[in-house]
């Protein structure tokens, strides 16, 4: 008889949908329990790229399979990333990244954004990669945003602008501010949402894509004496190794972020 045992290789986070009142009443909901943190990412427009290890190899994925432009291409740009960060010390962060991710069995979640594999919005500026989540391949669930932020300061890893808010209000103010505002320029929008976020972490995005903004990813993740020291050092980690990272994954409360269905149906995009 013939045994197979599959398990997950990469990991990607459901289709978000707009968000509708249903979510924002759901949204003030979580934030009087006050045991939650609003995230509002940067989205970005390109080409779903996945990222593991498995036998000390990198192993990626785009447009549901493996060996094809776009999984090599975003192999390409993940390396050329590290060589710009490193230069000639890239091959050792390469290897560095493919041990913590086979031997933590993560999975990366990423955008792939091109000028010539076909764009899903205006052409960019130029192409990049962008890691939008760190995911676990067992519970298929995502970690807080800080792992993301520590394999940005370990790894130079391209990140999304990230506004944290403790409660929806000042950032659904903003959202309401500009959402019918046709030519809202992203730096007024950066600008609002730094005024009114709790902590924020930055990306050169008019260099990399353009003034316009396509809309948010927000999502909501736990409270935890973790994020509140980030928060303490002003929402800012110093260049970290990877003895950081294992730490870090040793100090989330429960692992990857819980995903009750109330959590699941209020992390939605917004655009």
């Known amino acids: 008889m013939l045994r197979l045992r599959a398990e997950a290789e990469a990991v990607f986070l459901p289709k978000f949908e707009n968000a509708g009142e249903a979510s924002i009443k759901q949204y003030h909901e979580l934030s009087e329990q006050k045991r939650f943190v609003l995230v509002a990412a940067v989205k970005s427009s390109g080409s779903l790229f ?68 076909g764009d899903h919005a205006e052409v960019p500026a130029t192409e990049h990669l962008v890691v939008n989540a760190v995911l676990d391949r067992d519970s298929l669930q995502a970690y807080s945003p800080l792992l993301l932020l520590e394999l940005h300061s370990a790894f130079k890893l391209l990140v999304p602008a990230m506004f944290f808010f403790p409660h929806a209000d000042p950032f659904l103010s903003v ?11 992203w730096d007024d929008i950066r600008a609002a949402m730094e005024q009114a976020a709790w902590r924020s972490v930055p990306m050169d995005y008019a260099a990399l894509h353009s003034q316009n903004l396509e809309g948010f990813v927000v999502s909501w993740v736990p409270r935890s004496p973790l994020l509140d020291r980030w928060a303490e050092q002003g929402g800012a980690f110093a260049d970290i190794d990877l003895s950081s990272l294992h730490r870090t994954l040793s100090e989330e409360d429960t692992g990857a972020c819980s995903s ?10 917004v655009g």
């Open 260 to 269: 009750s269905a109330e959590e699941e149906e209020a992390a939605k995009g």
């Open 50 to 117: 996945l990222v593991s290890a498995r036998g000390g190899v990198l192993v990626t994925a785009s447009k549901n399979s493996a060996g094809n432009a776009y999984s090599d291409c975003g192999h390409y740009m993940l390396i050329r990333g590290l060589q710009l960060g490193f230069g000639a010390a890239w091959k050792a962060k390469y290897h560095g990244l493919i041990r913590f991710l086979e031997q933590h069995r993560l999975s990366l979640g990423c955008e792939l954004i091109t000028r010539c594999l």
């Open 175 to 185: 959202y309401n501010r500009f959402r019918w505002e046709v030519d809202a320029k």
